[in-house]
């Protein structure tokens, strides 16, 4: 494959709402892509899941068996060949996040690579290009210094649920989940020395190993429904593709004090129609976009000026497979 092998098929927030991503989460990508490599129709894929984003890049010669294999209309996004890698290399560096050149993104890719390295479904050009995105992305971050003084999406949270509180000092946070975004969440509130947290997850396991490095409290997941009647702030983060919350038992527990629920989640955690419930302020994820409004001019203006990173990455990685092709006797 010398980049005529590579495709991307995804959907992302730039292209979908929320509910359409949602559908297309339950549907069930990771599924599909087994499938299409049992039956030899793809050589390898890395899925890239986020709560901003689903793609999956893929290797393969059948690239039209695989179209006719899954609905290609429910892609937003579809690239090949060198458009697939410039794409994937804009989003390393964090040219399609909300915020642009962002760090997590960085560190997300990364993240979905190993795991498919680790489970065998990469092959050895797929490898080739994603260590040379991971690569750019670093270099990018350290040159352009765009990262500098960045709001993530954690920050955003903080500063959305901040513009609501005159203070947090008094406040209960109730936590539910342990991924990425729940992480994030728990240290940049740590960081902010906010306390008074409670974190669940169906894995209690995984909760404790979290209180011996935060000051947090811990509650079985069974009880979560008792704690948002003891919090103020209910953020929601997990990976289920079921509702954690549901409007019938929650509506008797918000009592008659201001209460804001943050569903970070995709599919979300929290009965939208809970948002209707007195003293209840339910957001998601696209509310958060309409929160940052700050240095997006200057980060567009860094992208552009070190753009040429990308286009010389690219090259590199063309000299690399033609140099490999030709040391392994290849065409």
């Known amino acids: 494959m010398l980049l005529d092998n590579f495709y991307l098929l995804g959907i992302t927030y730039e292209e979908l709402d929320l509910i359409e991503r949602e559908r297309f989460i339950k549907d069930g990508p990771r599924k599909k892509m087994e499938a299409l490599l049992n039956l030899g129709l793809i050589k390898g894929y890395v899925l890239l899941e986020t709560c901003l984003r689903v793609e999956i890049y893929l ?5 039209i068996e695989v179209r006719e294999k899954i609905n290609i209309h429910k892609f937003s996004v579809i690239k090949s060949n060198k458009n697939a890698v410039e794409y994937l290399f804009q989003v390393v560096c964090g040219y399609h ?25 990469t092959t050895k050009d797929l490898n080739v290009i994603f260590n040379k995105a991971i690569e750019l992305g ?58 008074n947290i409670v974190m669940t997850n169906r894995s209690r396991k995984r909760v404790l190993e979290l209180q011996k490095k935060y000051d947090i409290d811990v509650i079985d997941f069974a009880d979560r429904y008792e704690e948002i009647g003891r919090s103020q702030i209910i953020i929601s983060a997990t990976a289920a593709h079921h ?65 040429y990173l990308l286009e010389d990455q690219i090259k590199r990685l063309k000299k690399h497979l033609e140099y490999s092709r030709r040391t392994k006797g290849g065409k």
Do not use: C
């Open 59 to 63: 290797e393969t010669e059948n690239i």
């Open 97 to 121: 996040s909300i915020i642009k050149g962002e760090d997590q993104i960085l560190a997300q890719v990364k993240n979905s690579y190993l795991k498919s390295l680790e489970e065998k479904k």
């Open 138 to 195: 670093k270099k990018f971050r350290h040159l352009s210094e765009i990262s500098k003084n960045a709001m993530s999406l954690e920050a955003i949270a903080l500063k959305f649920i901040k513009n609501h509180f005159d203070t947090l000092d008094d406040k209960r946070i109730f936590i539910v989940g342990t991924g990425d975004m729940a992480l994030a969440v728990l240290n940049i509130f740590t960081r902010n020395n906010i306390k």
């Open 243 to 307: 509702l954690i919350f549901k409007k019938e038992k929650m509506e008797d527990l918000m009592g008659f004090e201001e209460k804001i629920l943050l569903d970070l989640a995709v599919p979300r955690d929290i009965d939208e129609k809970i948002d209707g419930v007195e003293n209840t302020n339910l957001y998601n994820l696209d509310h958060l976009w309409n929160v940052y409004h700050g240095n997006e001019k200057n980060r567009s203006e860094l992208i552009s000026k070190y753009n």
